[in-house]
């Protein structure tokens, strides 16, 4: 008798080719369908909740998948973690769920988080899993300008190019940009050099980096649009464009007037609502 489960899955997204299944490259749905496979002895397509592109995180990516094999939900999680040996893919829960239940379709919202590292060059340890900005920014500024996603807007002016959707209309619930604590948010903080290490007398530990976390919470998401937002903010953060631009580049509509698209390492699906 077939049975529908819900994964929920953590993975450092790399080493991948983003979440979907490629001709070329490898995915984060191909490993985890092929491990799958080889414990229930058959192939069964997952669904996630959203792709990541390549070089994205998730902490929480929501997949569905439907089995015919009798093997309790616990054992399964057991059984295809111990053969995820790479580290970089985990599963974190797997449920029962009704028939036909499906991560992508009933879903009701993601949230994101955007790491960015700003001034000195980071921990070696964090890399990847922030955008280094080697300049200062002004945390003020991006708090303000992010006010201007909050609604329903048509946020086509920060669609990624070669994406296909019936409308670029989304619906915001709540955007925020802060600077975390650098010796307390930091799980791979750099232990402090000697006093006399800069000759500035006292410990040095970050060599006056900053991290800032972008979070979104939102009903659905364009393609690049968190990346392209994060990279608008950056640049209202350092002076380059003024804190209203925000607002008035949503109402232009000209993806010619956002900032870069930020680089995929800062990026992480952190939840998906039901």
């Known amino acids: 008798m077939s049975r529908t489960l819900k994964l929920t899955i953590a993975y450092d997204g790399t080493n991948y080719a983003g979440w979907q299944r490629q001709i070329n490259a490898i995915s984060i749905q191909q490993v985890l369908e092929d491990e799958i496979d080889a414990i229930v002895g ?42 995820l040996k790479a580290g970089d893919i985990r599963i974190r829960s797997i449920e029962e769920m009704p028939d036909r239940w499906d991560a992508r379709i009933f879903s009701t919202g993601k949230t994101y988080r955007y790491a ?21 920014l002004d945390a003020t500024r ?6 201007a996603l909050i609604g329903e807007h048509d946020f086509v002016a920060f669609k990624g190019r070669g994406t296909d ?3 670029t209309v989304r619906r915001v619930l709540a955007a925020d940009i802060v600077e975390m604590n650098i010796h307390t948010d930091q799980p791979m903080a750099l232990s402090p050099l000697p006093s006399t290490a800069l000759g500035t007398g006292e410990p040095v530990t970050d060599g006056g980096g900053k991290l800032f976390r972008f979070e979104i919470s939102g009903t ?5 649009m968190v990346r392209t937002v994060v990279g608008t903010l950056v640049d209202i953060g350092r002076g380059n464009m003024e804190v209203d631009d925000m607002r008035a580049i949503i109402e232009s509509k000209d993806r010619s007037r956002t900032g870069q698209t930020a680089p995929p390492q800062g990026l992480m699906l952190w939840q998906v609502s039901y």
């Open 142 to 147: 991006m708090s303000h300008a992010t006010e």
């Open 116 to 136: 960015i590292w700003s001034g000195a060059p980071p921990s070696p340890f964090l890399r990847h899993v922030v955008w280094h900005v080697p300049f200062p």
């Open 220 to 224: 659905g998401f364009l393609r690049h």
């Open 42 to 83: 058959a192939h069964n397509p997952l669904n996630a909740a959203g792709r990541t592109d390549a070089g994205v995180h998730a902490a929480a990516q929501v997949a569905s998948i439907t089995i015919d094999h009798p093997i309790p939900a616990d054992e399964l999680l057991r059984a295809l973690n111990a053969r």
């Open 165 to 167: 959707v019936i409308t």
